[in-house]
């Protein structure tokens, strides 16, 4: 690290960083409240969405307990053929959004399969939609995660370390040139008293 320098032009270079630094922390603070306030609706929403999951299990479970003979073949009823992702940029951080989801549903013959499984069709494609809807709010709540973790990071970094520092060495040169001024002060005096008394 750098030896500090006591002298006048210190005491302005280190005036000047703690007035940028002190401009900058607000900013920062508001940033860091924002992107918690955005994790906190993350949050909010997959909690939504698991609730939502968990309900059409219990429906599934409720309306379809037909579901356990496996002799019904149930397989291939959906599948995703396509899912559009576009990014958002929140505060400088890129969010996953989910545009699109485009489930197609199988046509199969309506005498091999029971009326039921139009039922359980309908319900997979709902659940397809879900949990694709939950890994991208996932990946938004963790990109999110990071986000204020690392704005904290630089928040606590000016709070904490940089201008308290800024001030010590403010302090610590202000201190320096005030006895330098003094002793020139008090040399000063000496030498007069002496050339008075020759």
């Not at 958002?88 to 989801?101: A, C, S």
């Not at 549903?105 to 091999?112: F, P």
């Not at 001030?167 to 040399?187: P, S």
Request: without cysteine; glycine residues 4%; hydrophobic residues 45%.
């Amino acid at each position: 690290m750098a030896r500090l320098s006591l002298s006048k032009s210190a005491l302005h270079k280190e005036g000047r960083q703690l007035k940028t630094y002190q401009r900058f922390l607000p900013s920062l603070d508001l940033k860091r409240k924002q992107l918690i306030a955005e994790r906190a609706k993350a949050q909010q929403a997959l909690r939504d969405t698991d609730a939502r999951l968990a309900e059409l299990h219990r429906t599934v479970a409720a309306e379809v307990p037909m579901l356990a003979d496996h002799e019904v073949g149930l397989e291939d009823l959906v599948h995703i053929e396509g899912i559009e992702l576009a990014e958002e940029n929140l505060l400088g951080t890129r969010l996953p959004v989910l545009q699109k989801v485009q489930v197609v549903r199988r046509a199969y013959s309506l005498l091999a399969r029971p009326h039921w499984v139009d039922r359980v069709q309908a319900l997979l494609t709902e659940a397809v939609e879900l949990r694709l809807q939950l890994q991208v709010q996932q990946q938004r709540l963790q990109r999110l995660e990071k986000a204020v973790q690392k704005i904290t990071q630089r928040v606590n970094l000016f709070d904490k370390v940089l201008i308290p520092k800024t001030r010590e060495n403010i302090r610590k040169i202000g201190i320096f040139l005030a006895d330098g001024e003094r002793a020139a002060v008090v040399r000063a005096k000496i030498a007069k008293s002496r050339r008075l008394a020759q």
